[in-house]
């Protein structure tokens, strides 16, 4: 399911930006693009374990932090990569080259 998620999100960037000829398929909220963004280590591991379909308590029991840690780093991490939800972010960071899944 993550899978067709990430191929319908990356669909949707495609044609949002052949419509409205974007040179860079990702930007941030200011217009610059993501290819320059730094995450953490944790945000990082947090990210890969919501690509997997984790929740944040399973995310926490297996890299071993508190669940609002796990909020906490999945909040800076949308962030920094522009995204509203989890899955963007998701999807934003295995396109950047940031996370593998």
């Not at 953490?40 to 947090?46: A, G, I, L, M, S």
């Not at 929740?55 to 796990?70: F, G, L, P, Q, R």
Request: charged share 20%.
């Amino acid at each position: 399911m993550h899978l067709v998620l990430i191929y319908w999100a990356q669909r949707t960037v495609d044609l949002v930006a052949t419509t409205q000829q974007l040179p860079h398929r990702f930007l941030d909220s200011e217009g610059r693009p993501l290819a320059a963004v730094s995450l953490t280590d944790r945000e990082r591991d947090v990210l890969s374990w919501a690509a997997r379909g984790k929740t944040a308590s399973e995310t926490a029991d297996i890299i071993n932090v508190a669940e609002s840690a796990v909020v906490v780093h999945l909040k800076h991490a949308m962030v920094k990569l522009g995204a509203a939800t989890k899955t963007e972010a998701c999807v934003r960071a295995v396109y950047l080259g940031l996370i593998n899944i």
